[in-house]
């Protein structure tokens, strides 16, 4: 079954214990965790990623777009995130990061700036329980879906399934129920979704549709 993973990012960051019970029927609570540095923007850190792990009702899957996530990733797996997921343009060794978050009982997931070809981390695949693939340039929410981007996930879905891997590909960006179905036939089995969740009059009918819209469009594994 596909996974709809909400993005904070689109909801009253004022009433934000509120705004999690919105979205209870989710899988997980997409949290972008930025630092003004590696993206123009500045959101989350530590001490906001812990209160809402306090008080979601649902796991957390910490996106970093920040610098220099070999320091900073182990932390935030530290305060139990159930996947935490960084850049390969700003990790210095990839492969023991994602090592070291598995270890502190984290998922650990890869992010692809649109621009950042594949090729280079297929190798890694085995190392990695997701790989994220940006369906905008990262940094600011309510950004139209790239679909230039589809290439790179099917080479990710055609790999992930020759090797018979247990990789979640996460697409992030413009994701609605109309988008939703190009990522989902292109090999995508988890979306975050934030505009088209937060500003729905009923988020958990609008969580309900996007998850059967990607169900009935899902890549047949071969």
């Given at each position: 079954?596909?996974?709809?993973?909400?993005?904070?990012l689109?909801?009253?960051?004022?009433?934000?214990?509120?705004?999690?019970?919105?979205?209870?029927?989710a899988?997980?609570v997409?949290?972008?965790?930025?630092?003004?540095?590696?993206?123009?923007?500045?959101t989350?850190?530590p001490?906001?990623?812990?209160?809402?792990q306090?008080?979601?009702?649902?796991p957390?899957?910490?996106?970093?777009?920040?610098?220099d996530?070999?320091?900073?990733?182990?932390?935030?797996?530290e305060?139990?995130?159930?996947?935490?997921?960084f850049?390969?343009?700003?990790?210095?060794?990839p492969?023991?990061?994602?090592?070291?978050?598995?270890?502190?009982?984290?998922?650990?997931?890869?992010?692809?700036?649109?621009?950042?070809?594949v090729?280079?981390?297929?190798?890694?695949?085995?190392?990695?329980?997701?790989?994220?693939?940006?369906?905008?340039?990262?940094?600011?929410?309510?950004?139209?879906?790239m679909?230039?981007?589809?290439?790179?996930?099917?080479?990710?879905?055609?790999a992930v399934?020759?090797?018979?891997?247990?990789?979640?590909?996460?697409?992030?960006?413009?994701i609605?129920?109309?988008?939703?179905?190009?990522?989902a036939?292109?090999?995508?089995?988890?979306?975050?979704?934030?505009?088209?969740?937060?500003?729905a009059a009923?988020?958990?009918?609008?969580?309900?549709?996007l998850?059967?819209?990607?169900?009935?469009h899902?890549?047949?594994?071969?």
């Open positions: 079954m596909p996974r709809i993973n909400p993005s904070i689109a909801a009253d960051f004022v009433n934000m214990q509120s705004e999690l019970d919105r979205i209870a029927t899988d997980l997409h949290v972008d965790v930025m630092d003004n540095h590696f993206v123009p923007n500045l989350f850190g001490q906001m990623v812990g209160r809402i306090d008080v979601a009702r649902i957390l899957d910490v996106h970093l777009m920040i610098d996530p070999d320091r900073w990733a182990p932390g935030y797996a305060l139990g995130a159930y996947s935490v997921t850049h390969a343009e700003a990790a210095h060794d492969v023991a990061l994602a090592r070291r978050l598995r270890e502190l009982g984290a998922r650990a997931g890869i992010a692809l700036k649109p621009g950042t070809p090729e280079a981390c297929l190798e890694l695949l085995p190392e990695f329980d997701q790989v994220l693939v940006m369906t905008v340039e990262p940094g600011f929410g309510g950004q139209s879906f679909t230039e981007t589809m290439p790179k996930l099917r080479t990710l879905r055609e399934d020759a090797a018979g891997l247990d990789v979640w590909l996460q697409v992030d960006g413009g609605t129920e109309q988008t939703i179905v190009t990522a036939e292109a090999g995508a089995d988890t979306f975050v979704a934030g505009s088209s969740v937060f500003r009923d988020p958990a009918a609008q969580i309900a549709l998850r059967e819209t990607a169900a009935k899902t890549r047949k594994l071969r």
